[in-house]
């Protein structure tokens, strides 16, 4: 954490640097100049070379035109390009931005092309280069508009950028040790609860009203601390794309409908109702037609860990009124609705609640317990789908979760369906 707060500050700081020896560069080279300017002027052109040759964040500049202008010796070490060589190149060829698959990143994805077309600055802390060599390096990009003598931006942009495998490597060793420590804390944790349970049993223990209560809490306290360590282990797994998951064509309302089930009883408890419609359009809820079968490629198991999820915060954050559960969809998207009557989320909030560890810290959600990993983890599971994961709310007034996931015809299920069962494996698990 202090880490990245620390690369984040260095590069802001190299990018001031950047940029302001950029702007003088171009304000410079427009004047009619005196001698002593021009002294002054070599002196600077002398200092600002020194410093874009030893700085070791690599730095471009890029026209309007989308060429590259100019390539510090350090941008030439992270992508393998001569700095020689790059200048007077296309960008795209010379800086080429992929996704997990190795595909350019599209327009809309790239801090480059971004920062070019809108002439706002751009940040990607997660991208990856392909270095001349062909070597994919992951690195974080910051692209900002040169500004011309009167501070207007003239088209071009200056990128500073820098190779994070190092940043990468210490992360996966973290997430490593949290993983090791929460699945080994598993087990004594499972013998624990399974002596509590011996304890409160009439046919084991005989025990009085007093220890019971006490046993009771004991007990709850480890249920709770063992769904930490599930989420710990979960989310630092998600994180670094070791999330197990064995995906199959599955039908999303069977699911859904499954967990809303038994959802009812702990909303009950709260005097809450809780609802689940299935609709075959965009409306959601409405009227009801012959139930849609809604096929999705995802693992049963993890699919469900984020209806839960959802669906219990829903429950949690509601003290009175309804949540309601929709199924709906499109011939390409399946669309899942949770939407509450409960304590609704501040505006400032929304950004970061699919973040790890975030809990809005308010008056109406201090008293409720819990860690903050919930809504991370339905957010991971969601985009290894493909899918997307997002929230409406008004504070005060409730919220309505929206999952997205590509849908699968039912021709395409059932050639899944049949593929699978030819090739039966010892990794694959019943729903
Ligand atoms: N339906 C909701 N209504 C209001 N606030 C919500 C709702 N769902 C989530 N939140 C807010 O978002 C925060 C993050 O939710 P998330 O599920 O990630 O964590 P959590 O519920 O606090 O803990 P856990 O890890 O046990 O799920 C919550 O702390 C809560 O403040
Ligand atoms: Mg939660």
Known sequence: MVNSYLVGALGGLALIVILFLAF??????????????????????????????????????????????????????????????????????????????????PDANNAFAQALATGHSTRDNDATLVTKDG???????????????????????VAVFRDIAKEKEEAAQRSDFISTASHEMRTPLAAIEGYLALALNPKTAQIDNNARNL????????????????????????????LISYPSAIEIGEILQQVA?????????????????????GAGGGSKVVRPLYYAYVDPNRIREVFQNIIDNAIKYTNEGQVMVRLTGDDSIIQIQVQDSGAGIPAEDIPHLFQKFYRVDNSSTRTVGGTGLGLF?????TEL????????SQFGKGS??????????????????????????????PL
């Open 261 to 281: 089930e038994a959802a009812k009883f702990p909303a009950k408890n709260k005097g809450l109702e809780l609802s689940y419609s299935v609709s075959a359009d």
């Open 24 to 105: 003088s560069y171009i304000s410079q080279r427009h004047k009619p100049l005196g001698e002593r300017q021009k002294k002054k002027l070599e002196q600077e052109d002398i200092e600002t070379d020194f410093i874009l040759d030893t700085i070791e964040d690599g730095v471009a500049m890029i026209t309007a035109d989308g060429i590259v202008h100019l390539f510090n010796p350090a941008a030439g070490r992270i992508s393998a390009w001569a700095p020689n060589e790059a200048v007077s190149l296309d960008y795209k060829a010379v800086l080429n931005l992929v996704d997990d698959k190795g595909q350019s990143l």
């Open 135 to 157: 070597r994919k390096i992951p690195v974080s990009v910051i692209v900002s508009p040169v500004a011309n003598t009167v501070g207007r931006p003239n088209g071009s942009v």
């Open 377 to 381: 983890i339905c957010r991971k599971i």
């Open 215 to 242: 046993l009771e809490k004991a007990s709850n306290s480890t249920k709770h601390l063992g769904e930490l360590f599930r989420d710990l282990l979960t989310s630092s797994k998600a994180e670094d794309g070791r």
């Open 385 to 392: 789908y493909n899918g997307r994961i997002w929230v409406e």
């Open 400 to 429: 309505t979760f929206f999952i997205n996931l590509p849908r699968l015809n039912a021709q395409q299920a059932l050639e899944i369906q049949s593929k699978q069962a030819a090739t039966i494996s010892p990794m694959d698990k």
